[in-house]
C-alpha cells in the first residue's frame, strides 16, 4: 500500500514568519502536485512537479521533488494571513497507476 | 463552464437508507474520481473511472457503487448507510493523469 506522510499535521504561525511542510513516502511517484483546501470547498491544485530534484517557485511558495521521487517539501515565505488553510500532497502514478494518494494535509493558521 | 458540479451539498440519513450522490463535468474530462474526507485523513480514494462505461475501485469501496455511462455524469450509490459513511465526499475531474479538478462536496450524516 502506497502512504503519503505529510509533517507537521497542524502548524499556528505569526505573520511574517517562514515555514516548511514536508511530505515523505517509500514509493516512488511519477509526479507529485500540492493541493491548497479552503473550508467548505474542494481542493485546488497549486503546483506538479514530475522531475526529480526539481524545484517550482510560485510567488513566496517554493516546492521541491525529492532526487528519487519519493518525497516533497513546500516552503513558504514571510507567511500571510490569506496563506491560512489545508495543504495536501498527492502522489501520482507510480505502483497505483492512475490512482492518486492523498496525504492526511498541513493545517496552516497565519495569525495577523 | 459550471466545472465539477455536485448535489446534493449537505443530506442526511437514517442507517440502512440508500441515497446516490450526483457529480458533472462539462470540460469533456475522461476520469472522475469520487474520494472521501475525514478528519485527519485526506482524501480517501473510493472508486474511479477513465471513462465512459469504466470504473475501478479505490482504496475504500465498500458500501458504494458507481457507473460511467457518459462522461459527463459519475454518480456514487450508497447501498445502505452506515454511521462509518459519515463523511464529506468530493467528486473530481481530470484529463488523463493530470491536475484534478474538485467538486463543492457533499456533507453526509448517517444516524
Known amino acids: 500500500t502506497q502512504l503519503l506522510e505529510q509533517s507537521p499535521q497542524f502548524l499556528s504561525i505569526q505573520e511574517g514568519e517562514n515555514l516548511t511542510v514536508y511530505c515523505n513516502s517509500s514509493?516512488?511517484?511519477?509526479?507529485l502536485q500540492w493541493y491548497r483546501q479552503e473550508p467548505g470547498e474542494g481542493p485546488v491544485l497549486l503546483v506538479t512537479?514530475?522531475?526529480?530534484?526539481e524545484v517550482k517557485k510560485l510567488k513566496r511558495l517554493t516546492f521541491q521533488f525529492g532526487d528519487a521521487r519519493k518525497d516533497s517539501s513546500l516552503h513558504i515565505t514571510a507567511a500571510q494571513p490569506g496563506d491560512t488553510g489545508l495543504y495536501l500532497c498527492?502522489?501520482?502514478?507510480?505502483?497505483?497507476?492512475?490512482?492518486?494518494?492523498f496525504g492526511a494535509g498541513t493545517r496552516l493558521f497565519v495569525k495577523a | 463552464n459550471a466545472g465539477v458540479t455536485q448535489t446534493p451539498k449537505f443530506q442526511v440519513l437514517k442507517t440502512g437508507q440508500s441515497m446516490t450522490l450526483q457529480c458533472a463535468q462539462d470540460?469533456?474530462?475522461?476520469?472522475m474520481s469520487w474520494y472521501r474526507q475525514d478528519p485527519g485523513m485526506g482524501l480517501r480514494l473510493i472508486h474511479y473511472?477513465?471513462?465512459?462505461?469504466?470504473?475501478d475501485q479505490g482504496e475504500v469501496p465498500n458500501g458504494y457503487n458507481v457507473s460511467r455511462s457518459t462522461t459527463e455524469d459519475f454518480p456514487l450509490r450508497l447501498l445502505s448507510a452506515a454511521p462509518s459513511q459519515t463523511s464529506v465526499y468530493f467528486c473530481?475531474?481530470?484529463?488523463?493523469?493530470?491536475?484534478?479538478?474538485f467538486g463543492p462536496g457533499t456533507r453526509l450524516t448517517v444516524l
Open positions: 473530481a475531474s481530470s484529463y488523463s493523469n493530470n491536475e484534478q479538478f
Open positions: 514509493s516512488v511517484f511519477s509526479s
Open positions: 512537479v514530475v522531475t526529480g530534484g
Open positions: 498527492a502522489g501520482v502514478g507510480g505502483t497505483g497507476g492512475f490512482k492518486t494518494i
Open positions: 470540460m469533456n474530462h475522461e476520469y
Open positions: 473511472s477513465v471513462g465512459a462505461g469504466i470504473t
